[in-house]
Structure formats: C-alpha cells, structure tokens
C-alpha cells in the first residue's frame, strides 16, 4: 500500500495550488481519502476527507470554502484544490486512506499515510 502527495511549493499569500495523492489502486477505490497537515511546531490536524465514492466532503472550519477535495478513482488520484492560501496554510501536507469506507476528521480512522508535501505561503 503505498500514497504519495506531491504538487506542493512555495507560493504568496492569495495564491492558488493543487495537491495530488497518487494511491495504490488496492487501497484507494474503496476507502474513504483525507488530507491532514502539520505546522513547525504544531500537531497534525485534520485538513479535508471525502468518501469512497467522491462524496460527502468534510472540511476543517479553518479551510472550508477555500480548499475543495475531490478524487478520481479511475486514476487512483485523490486531490486538494487550496485558493486564497494564507500564511497560516504553511505546513506539510499528507494524504491518508481510511479503514473503511468514509472519510473522517480523526487520524485514528487512517491506516495509511503518505509521505508529505511541503506548502509554504509567503506574505
């Protein structure tokens, strides 16, 4: 079982950028996806989560209506659109695949994880 994150980078304050979760198609098409991050210094904390099927997304309030999460099961993909990135955004973002079939706000739901994806947002 492997996830690997990538489309992150540095951008400013307001900019937008797209985050990808390439998984293995044996636990991707029937577990539910999220994304979590982690800040210097911070603990993890739960980002977005979407369902098996691509439905039912769950955000964190801190994110809502500026970071959509979507996935494409025919390509194993899983994605994190981020708009109007703000400094607060700076972390190392993971992609995680679900025990079962839904996503969830709580890391102890995830039975894989990615390797990270650093996103910094400069002022």
């Known amino acids: 079982v492997q996830l690997q994150a990538s489309g992150g980078g540095l951008v400013q304050a307001g900019d937008s950028l797209r985050l990808s979760c390439t998984a293995s198609?044996?636990?991707?098409?029937?577990?539910?996806m999220g994304w979590f991050r982690q800040a210097p210094g911070k603990e993890r904390e739960f980002v977005a989560a979407?369902?098996?099927?691509?439905?039912?997304?769950i955000y964190a309030d801190s994110v809502k209506d500026r970071f959509t999460i979507s996935r494409d099961n025919t390509k194993n993909m899983v994605y994190l659109q981020m708009s109007s990135l703000k400094v607060e955004d700076t972390a190392i973002y993971y992609c995680?695949?679900?025990?079962?079939?839904?996503?969830?706000?709580?890391?102890?739901?995830?039975?894989?994880w990615g390797q990270g994806t650093q996103v910094t947002v400069s002022s």
């Open positions: 198609k044996r636990t991707s098409s029937n577990n539910g």
């Open positions: 979407i369902n098996w099927r691509g439905g039912s997304p």
């Open positions: 995680a695949s679900a025990r079962g079939a839904w996503g969830s706000t709580s890391g102890n739901a995830y039975a894989y």
